[in-house]
């Protein structure tokens, strides 16, 4: 599946397990990144800090499916570098 945030739709994308992979490497290529911290996570954009929800709509994915990747890095998927 091609992932790209540039389409208009009007249902959200669902995103498998085995999805999860390339659903991250397309996020990396626009810039977003995952920074761990004490009480979870927060995704950044370059420097400024964007919402699961930001996200969700800019991808046409469900917020839940945001929760979903942030929590399969966290727990070592992926090729996630932590800092």
């Given at each position: 599946m091609e992932w790209s945030g540039r389409t208009?739709?009007?249902?959200?994308r669902q995103v498998t397990k085995k999805?999860?992979?390339s659903f991250w490497h397309a996020l990396e290529e626009d810039g977003v990144w995952l920074k761990?911290?004490?009480t979870g996570?927060?995704?950044?954009a370059g420097q400024y800090k964007i919402s699961v929800?930001?996200?969700s709509e800019a991808w046409y994915v469900s917020e839940n499916a945001v929760r979903r990747l942030a929590i399969w890095l966290l727990e070592g998927n992926g090729d996630f570098e932590w800092e």
């Open positions: 208009r739709k009007l249902i959200n999805q999860l992979s761990p911290t004490k996570y927060t995704f950044y929800k930001a996200i």
